[in-house]
T-cell receptor, first 114, second 116 residues
Framework: TQLLEQSPQFLSIQEGENLTVYCNSSSVFSSLQWYRQEPGEGPVLLVT?????EVKKLKRLTFQFGDARKDSSLHITAAQPGDTGLYLCAGASAGGTSYGKLTFGQGTILTVHP | GAVVSQHPSWVICKSGTSVKIECRSL??????MFWYRQFPKQSLMLMAT?????????EQGVEKDKFLINHASLTLSTLTVTSAHPEDSSFYIC????????????FGPGTRLTVT
């Protein structure tokens, strides 16, 4: 069974601060996705990383995939109230009975105060 | 692109009745669809995986006779909660993928089920 440990579970910060969310596993993933979810809505895909060591930027968000494809991080610079939400990392398995399934981290509830 | 719709967005039903939730991929063909359940302020819990034209694969602990899944076409999957009870009240979310390379999943907006 693959596990993805996401931390921290809760983050409450002031507008303008920086933050980092981590996802760690002992398993190798073929790709890793980051999602953001607002209350009462479905998760929205932010980014997919597939190559070990890959770094992707989406405005103030920086995503990194570990060299061994077992861990990932999300860094937000100068957080804004609009960044508030539940952030989820999810690792994709390839092949066999786990085809296409995502292993989700526990989620990080981010609250950015104005 | 990659839009998934879900209907209804919320439903209230009486204990003992059945409820059907539809999940549609609007602009792509979904080779695989997934059904999740989510409790407040928690991550997603996978219930089952369905491939078009095949029987769904249920996760351990999920009753297949209670949560009936049908994937009739490459754009439609349905989840029927049979003989619903208050403990079935939850937020149900579907996702769909047609991506056989990176396995990106696109999620519907979710269905809030309340069983009274």
């Amino acid at each position: 069974t693959q596990l993805l440990e996401q931390s921290p579970q809760f983050l409450s910060i002031q507008e303008g601060e920086n933050l980092t969310v981590y996802c760690n596993s002992s398993s190798v993933f073929s790709s890793l996705q980051w999602y953001r979810q607002e209350p009462g809505e479905g998760p929205v895909l932010l980014v997919t990383v597939v190559t070990g060591g890959e770094v992707k930027k989406l405005k103030r968000l920086t995503f990194q995939f570990g060299d061994a494809r077992k861990d990932s991080s999300l860094h937000i610079t100068a957080a804004q109230p609009g960044d508030t939400g539940l952030y989820l990392c999810a690792g994709a398995s390839a092949g066999g009975t786990s085809y296409g399934k995502l292993t989700f981290g526990q989620g990080t509830i981010l609250t950015v105060h104005p | 692109g990659a839009v998934v719709s879900q209907h209804p967005s919320w439903v209230i039903c009486k204990s003992g009745t059945s409820v059907k939730i539809e999940c549609r991929s609007l602009d792509f063909q979904a080779t695989t669809m997934f059904w999740y359940r989510q409790f407040p302020k928690q991550s997603l819990m996978l219930m089952a995986t369905s491939n078009e034209g095949s029987k769904a694969t249920y996760e351990q602990g999920v009753e297949k006779d209670k949560f009936l899944i049908n994937h009739a076409s490459l754009t439609l999957s349905t989840l029927t909660v049979t003989s619903a009870h208050p403990e079935d009240s939850s937020f149900y979310i579907c996702s769909a993928t047609g991506d056989r390379v990176n396995y990106e999943q696109y999620f519907g907006p979710g269905t809030r089920l309340t069983v009274t």
